[in-house]
């Protein structure tokens, strides 16, 4: 998989890129590459991959700066997931499962970290906040 984490400025050490969640559904592993440092630092952080299972092959990959919280949801339609982080813009994004094309976004008030569906809610956990969405 390290094919995927390749970019075109592979930046230094701490900018390393990693795979911090992946999760399969529906025969395809969504997978969010980031690290955990300013984006000025590695110019290709944060976004989400779409790799088929059988065949490896790449069927997307979102735009940059859209994913980098210790996890994401994948939805029958839709992904949520989230970037931020101290100096940079804080926001909740729902991408295309098909596409990874940005669907929403939401300003947060500070950068997410963790996504819990619990019923029909789903909750933002982020720095210092904790956000309550239903899902519908």
């Known amino acids: 998989f390290s094919y995927y984490l390749n970019t075109p400025a592979p ?22 590459i980031a690290h955990r440092t300013y ?16 065949t490896g092959k790449l069927l997307w990959r979102s735009e940059m700066l859209v994913a980098n ?14 970037y931020g982080f101290t100096a940079e813009d804080d926001y909740l994004y729902i991408l295309s499962r098909y596409s ?18 619990v019923d029909d809610s789903i909750y933002v956990l982020t720095y210092d906040t904790v956000y309550q969405y239903q899902i519908g």
């Open 11 to 32: 930046g230094n050490d701490y900018t390393t890129l990693e795979i911090p969640y992946a999760q399969i559904f529906d025969g395809v592993l969504y997978a969010e």
């Open 39 to 54: 984006s000025e630092d590695q110019p290709y952080p944060g976004f989400m991959v779409a790799v088929e299972v059988e």
């Open 69 to 82: 919280g210790r996890n994401f949801v994948v939805g029958e339609d839709t992904i949520i997931c989230g």
């Open 100 to 117: 990874g094309a940005v669907l929403e976004k939401r300003k947060l008030k500070t950068g997410p970290d963790y996504f819990i569906p």
